[in-house]
């Protein structure tokens, strides 16, 4: 008999791939796309009406390719094995390059529309979607030539998406000599959580000999992606690849500098972390790079799914009675797949289906408090979902500095939540977890920040070498960790084994989380000053996340993001938990 909470029901979507409105919908997009294209041409029509038709067919295609890219991508994610899901994957992926095309083509004609403002007052379906359409046009000196653009996509799928593959590859099949093992990456890599201390030193040694294997591949891989990164930003006539990704973004300079600027003032008060785990596991010349997720601190607690319910209710029930309703439904109608098993890939994640109103969670739920965390940060992407209920899908699209916003104010609530009322030994292990995972978030991704900006600025001149590679990421986690890593046992590699600096297209795939955690706990700051009053401003911020660029969705709820003052103030909560984690190891030493 199947548990209560066992797996996610998403036959709202389609009840199989065998279904006659799935094949149907899946074999349309191209005609769609096609049709996209022609209402803009139809000259019998007047400048306005073209635009309202494109519009609305862009609406209802989103909606179609929401409903297909949700069951296939979910389908597949549960079931590694199901042919027919891959089949269909790649059939989705031909037509979404049809679609960019058909996209390019309206950003295009909004672009040679001169009295935009006065055609998007008049009319009822272009007002709704109005700063979508402003954006349109703002951004389209950005646009590549149409002559050039199909052939620009295709070569991409040989370029930089062909080294993005093969990077994977490279990864996926790297066998590293564990001990007597034969282990794949991602296996040794995940010893370092291991509570035996040799075993994360064992399986530290044993990566870094592995790289030998595939440094060279990886290099090639690593150079030419960042070079197609530089000819795409000239193509689009951006000063740098720095500026093309900020644009996407909906960032200014101004506020990224804000946020390093902040970052680097705090940056001693992490060292001072990692000195102090450094200690408490016995090392004297700061933290080994192998002991940074090394787990410090007990915690024997173990939850079922119906625990988890029951506490993530109870708690973020304290911020609104809609969001404790919200969760027990998430519950009970099967949004959420919650355990491991085989075919299933690992994880969590959390996809909108946004013309339903409702969200699909996927996670792997084992009965840790960390598993709970997780379903507490997957059910924050839902209720941001859920705030955008029933706006139009051209303004849904929330930048990724913002995307992590409700996320991890569910993680901030509930772990401050937590920490309220539990002993000593588990309360170390709640604070060290949760700064394990900030410095991650913020240290890491500094020095992440730092040396793809040295890989891309050098490829102006050259490739550079592993030789080079190394050096300059060695040169960024000094930059970074400082004297908080133990200078004799850093990470040469890392750019080796981070699949984010080989997205071919997401360039500095890095500081949006810095942005995004930092956000999200400056925002729950917030929350405390205003408590439950604040819960109508919260879901009007996430509401508008798709709606304005960054600053502007920041300042609706008073926030300066262009200001190092805000950042700070994020840092300090950060700061405060730093100094509790060492006053009490100082106790267990
Ligand atoms: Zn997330």
Not at 148 to 158: A, K, N
Not at 258 to 275: D, G, S, V
Not at 545 to 569: L, N, T
Request: proline letters at 4%.
């Amino acid at each position: 008999m199947e548990q209560k909470y066992d797996r996610w029901d998403l036959s709202c979507l389609y009840p199989g791939f065998d279904d006659d409105r799935f094949k149907a919908d899946l074999a349309s997009l191209k005609d769609d796309a096609q049709t996209g294209i022609a209402l803009l041409q139809d000259e019998s029509l007047t400048r306005l009406a073209r635009l309202e038709q494109a519009v609305a067919h862009s609406e209802q295609v989103s909606a179609k390719v929401d409903r297909l890219a949700n069951f296939i991508y979910c389908t597949s994610a549960v079931d590694a094995a199901n042919e027919q899901a891959d089949a269909a994957m790649d059939q989705l992926s031909l037509a979404f390059t049809e679609l960019e095309l058909s996209s390019s083509a309206l950003a295009r004609f909004v672009a040679e529309t001169e009295d935009l403002g006065q055609l998007i007052s008049s009319s009822d379906i272009l007002r709704p979607v109005g700063f979508a359409l402003r954006e349109m046009k703002e951004q389209s000196m950005h646009l590549i030539a149409p002559e050039i653009e199909p052939w620009i996509l295709q070569m991409q799928l040989s370029g930089g998406e062909a080294f993005s593959q093969l990077r994977d590859k490279l990864d996926s099949t790297l066998v590293v000599d564990y001990r007597d093992e034969k282990l794949p990456l991602a296996g040794v890599r995940g010893k370092a959580y291991d509570p035996d201390p040799a075993v994360r030193k064992d399986a530290y040694e044993a990566e870094i000999a592995s790289y030998a294997k595939m440094e060279l591949p990886m290099s090639y891989c690593l150079n030419s992606i960042k070079m197609e990164a530089r000819t795409l930003a000239k193509a689009r006539k951006f000063d740098s690849v720095l500026d093309m990704t900020l644009a996407d973004s909906r960032m200014d300079r101004q506020t990224l500098d804000a946020l390093w600027t902040a970052i680097r003032e705090y940056l001693p008060h992490f060292r001072r972390y990692l000195k102090t785990k450094a200690r408490l596991l016995g090392h004297t010349n700061g933290l080994p790079f192998y002991d940074l997720f090394a787990p410090v601190g007990k915690t024997t607690r173990k939850y079922t799914v119906e625990e988890a319910r029951e506490i993530l209710i109870r708690e973020m029930g304290k911020f609104s009675p809609e969001m404790a309703a919200f969760i027990g439904n998430a519950f009970d109608a099967r949004w959420i797949d919650f355990y491991p098993r085989d075919g299933k890939t690992g994880g969590a994640f959390c996809s909108g289906v946004h013309f339903a109103d409702r969200s699909l969670v996927m996670t792997n739920f084992q009965g840790s408090f960390s598993d709970v965390s997780t379903l507490a940060h997957e059910l924050g992407h839902g209720w941001h979902n859920r705030c955008m209920a029933g706006l139009p899908y051209m303004m849904t699209d929330e930048p990724m500095p913002l995307a992590e916003t409700a996320s991890i104010f569910n993680e901030t609530m509930l772990s401050w939540q937590s920490l309220k009322s539990c002993g000593p030994e588990e309360r170390l292990y709640l604070l060290e977890n949760g700064l394990m995972e900030a410095t991650q978030t913020v240290v890491d991704i500094y020095s992440r920040f730092l040396f793809e900006q040295e890989v891309i600025e050098t490829r102006e001149d050259h490739a550079m070498s592993v030789d080079e590679l190394k050096k300059a990421m060695l040169r960024a986690q000094e930059a970074s960790y400082g004297d908080g890593l133990d200078p004799e046992v850093r990470h040469p590699y890392m750019w080796a084994c981070k699949s984010h600096y080989y997205s071919s297209g997401n360039n500095f795939y890095n500081f949006p989380y810095a942005f995004g955690l930092l956000f999200g706990k400056g925002v729950f700051a917030r929350y405390l000053e205003k408590g439950p009053a604040f819960a109508e401003d919260y879901c009007r911020l996430l509401r508008s996340c798709g709606s304005a660029p960054v600053a502007e969705v920041a300042a609706s709820v008073g926030i300066d993001v262009r200001d190092s003052a805000f950042w700070r103030s994020s840092l300090e909560v950060i700061r405060k938990d730093i100094d509790e984690f060492c006053l009490l190891a100082e106790k267990t030493e």
